[in-house]
């Protein structure tokens, strides 16, 4: 419970309607809850949002990225270029296919990748590139294909926050190599818990079935066979119907999201203004309109102008009734990772923003004044915080 007499105001909320419900009721009376026809509709569906790429889908996010590894036949001894500044799942499924995550320093605008960087990583034992687009926002989708094309790489496109994102007009997915989206709890487009794989053919997303149900292929009504080592990863009806339902209304939420945005770039600067804190280095995100999803709105704090740390920052929103969020700390920085000689130093960038990056709430519900009552609140609590 929060000491604030306002309702609080979570970082994220997904939106399910009558009819969502309603949809889920008729899966569960129907008696097949598990894969079915509403799951084929599903991957139809997206495949045509997609511009006619082959797309699979999958228990959740984590399995979409590990599949994509597979797929693309990356295994032991291998090395993927990857970010530090991501849910650990990225740099997590690389390991689980014996293959070693290389990290490359963030960019301190975008809080992607560094694209610059990548290329002085690149050895005999690189494999692919795993970009992650932090918030929806996409890299610099020429250049990632250039360097993928210059040193004969695959690329696995860590897209789960970029569902509606685009890169000069084009869907993130319509086009590129190995795409995985997530469809978690805070996506843009969720079915609680899930994920999609867009392929390049028909032959990759029939491996991607079969990595997905323990190997698995049939023949006839009673013949079955396993040549591949497969997992228990494949997603119910009840979480594709509840998919179909949000791309429905997907529009209206990218929409509403943007709005949002707009509005937190506008009132965060005039609070900041009126309470004579332009000195202070807040950093906002990308003012993209164009090509991101506005599946996050983060800052970096002034930690260094301050006189207290984000975890206390985080505490008083809360008792105001604000949630925030950490997405994320740099990966290097976990003990698995830290007993394996990775450091978070090697990436300094990664290493700061980590340390100060603050997420704030964004989601459709939020109303105009939502906007307004966090921005006053944050910057209040930098203005009573900050060093003289």
């Known amino acids: 419970m929060s000491s604030s007499s306002q309702p609080f105001i979570p970082f994220t909320r997904p939106n399910f309607n009558q009819e969502t419900i309603d949809a889920v009721s ?7 809850v598990t894969s079915g026809p509403k799951l084929a509709e599903f991957e139809a569906t997206l495949c045509e949002y997609f511009g006619g790429r082959p797309v699979r889908c999958f228990a959740n996010g984590t399995a979409t990225m590990k599949i994509a590894l597979q797929v693309a036949g990356i ?17 997590n499924v690389i390991l689980s296919v014996g293959a070693k995550p290389i990290f490359i320093d963030v960019d301190p605008v975008t809080r992607n990748i560094d694209l610059n960087k990548v290329a002085a ?28 094309e210059q040193y004969n790489l695959r690329v696995i496109e860590d897209a789960a926050q970029a569902f509606g994102s685009h890169w000069k007009g084009k869907k993130i997915g319509s086009f590129g190599d190995l795409v995985s989206f997530s469809f978690q709890a805070n996506k843009n487009l969720t079915t609680v818990e899930g994920g999609c794989l867009v392929l390049n053919n028909q032959d990759e997303a029939k491996l991607a079935e079969k990595f997905r149900l323990q190997g698995l292929t049939r023949q006839g009504m009673d013949g079955m066979d396993v040549d591949v080592l497969g997992g228990k990863d494949n997603l119910t009806d009840i979480n594709a119907v509840i998919g179909l339902q949000q791309l429905k209304h997907l529009p209206a939420y990218q929409a509403r999201r943007t709005a949002l945005a707009r509005q937190y770039f506008e009132v965060i600067r005039a609070e900041l203004k009126t309470a004579g804190l332009e000195h202070l280095k807040l950093e906002l995100p990308v003012e993209n309109f164009t090509d991101s999803n506005w599946h996050m709105f983060q800052v970096v704090l002034p930690l260094e102008q301050l006189n207290t740390d984000r975890a206390h920052v985080m505490t008083e929103l ?71």
């Open 26 to 32: 008729e899966i569960l009376r129907s008696g097949w």
């Open 75 to 91: 295994g032991i001894g291998d090395e993927v270029i990857t970010t530090p500044i991501s849910w650990v799942a990225t740099s």
């Open 121 to 148: 990583a690149i050895t005999s034992r690189t494999r692919a590139i795993m970009p992650v687009y932090l918030a929806g926002l996409p890299v610099n989708m020429d250049q990632l294909y250039e360097l993928a």
């Open 318 to 388: 809360k008792d105001l009734g604000i949630g925030t969020g950490v997405h994320y700390p740099a990966i290097t920085g976990f003990t698995l990772y830290k007993n394996q000689g990775y450091k978070t130093s090697d990436t300094p960038i990664a290493e700061r923003v980590g340390h100060s990056i603050l997420t704030l709430p964004l989601f459709p519900a939020m109303t105009d004044e939502n906007i307004g009552r966090i921005a006053r609140a944050l910057v209040g609590i930098l203005l009573k915080y900050r060093k003289n």
